[in-house]
DNA sequence: AAAGGATGCAACCGCATTTAC
DNA sequence: GGTAAATGCGGTTGCATCCTT
């Protein structure tokens, strides 16, 4: 069995990594699973501060003028059209979007109604700013699995993709930010001198990949890794184990508490994330290093897919604990 | 104070993937 | 197994607001 990765283009990345990874995830990441039917029980409080925000009028616009002729409605939803939307939604739930207009009496497509309910009505949406430690997700996130937005959301409750691609777009990917400087902010340390977002030199990308590569390469620095990013992790003990042997311990439990992905061990994923350039974590350990550099706080979902001989979780807590175990190709 | 540029973000679009028949 | 419909996703657009000059 192969745990295979994939290095994405280098040259999409925010900031210079040489060994960028994807994951070969399934495509049904577990925020359709679970994200969007967890919060049902708070849809009153949610609707009751969304009344006190004034509702889906603060962000109302005009609709876009050259859709006037047309009929279907495009550009700003209405409070009203939003009250239809939800009242049908809570009624009959949040499937059959195309057939949802005509029944629930809204002049616009299903696709619109979709995007409207999932962005912005359905429960549990957050509101309000990023917060740094959702900052710090958003940025580890990013670094290992790129552009891949719902799955980053998944890992951020009451925040969508397109929120945290907007946020992205707006505010991170402007920043000059390394791993480093992620670390040393978390670390309370001031901030980098790095500049206003000139070029990288050659050292500094340097530093950069030593910061993503496997665990296996910084046991004889782990006493680097800074404690705040450890405190962030609530559960995150242990970390990386840092016996004078160099021994790497494992926690299971740990990874098993990452939750933006399904693991799904061995097949191979023909999408977008590129399937040149394969490489081949040979240990549970190299996967479970590259799960650390982005693991944060402790929330937790339990959904994941195990494939292919992985079929529980405690064979692969068993392997895991194997620091000699190596993942075969298939 | 006004004009123009920059920014933030909701919404749209097209394509890919999954599901239902 | 094949096909159409439904759904999901990421990139892009366009408008309101903020900021700068």
Redesign the pocket.
Known sequence: MQLGLHLSSLN?LPYCCPLHLHFLW????H??QGG?REGDQHWELEMVKKAERGG?AV?????????KLEKV?????TAEEDQKLVDYVRVHG???????PTKAGLN?????C???W???LRPGIK?G?ISEQEEDMIIRLHNLI?????????RLPGR????I???W???LS?KPLTISDLNDKLNGKSESTGGDGGSRSDAETETISDDILPVGDQTERSEGQPQAFKDSQQQAEPWIGEEASGEITLDIDELFNFPAFDFDLGRD????CGEQDAVTVTTCQDLWASLMQTSCDGDSFDHYQLQQGFSDLDELGRLMDDPDYVVCPP
């Open positions: 999409s399934s495509a049904h990441a925020t359709d969007r889906a962000v109302a616009r005009p609709a876009v003028s050259r859709n409605n495009k550009g700003a939803w949040d499937r059959k979007w195309r057939a949802l616009r497509c299903g696709k619109s979709r995007l409207r999932l962005n912005y509101r700013n790129g552009n891949r937005w719902s799955l980053i959301a998944g969508t993709d397109n929120e691609k907007n946020y777009n707006s505010h402007k994923h023909s999408g977008s």
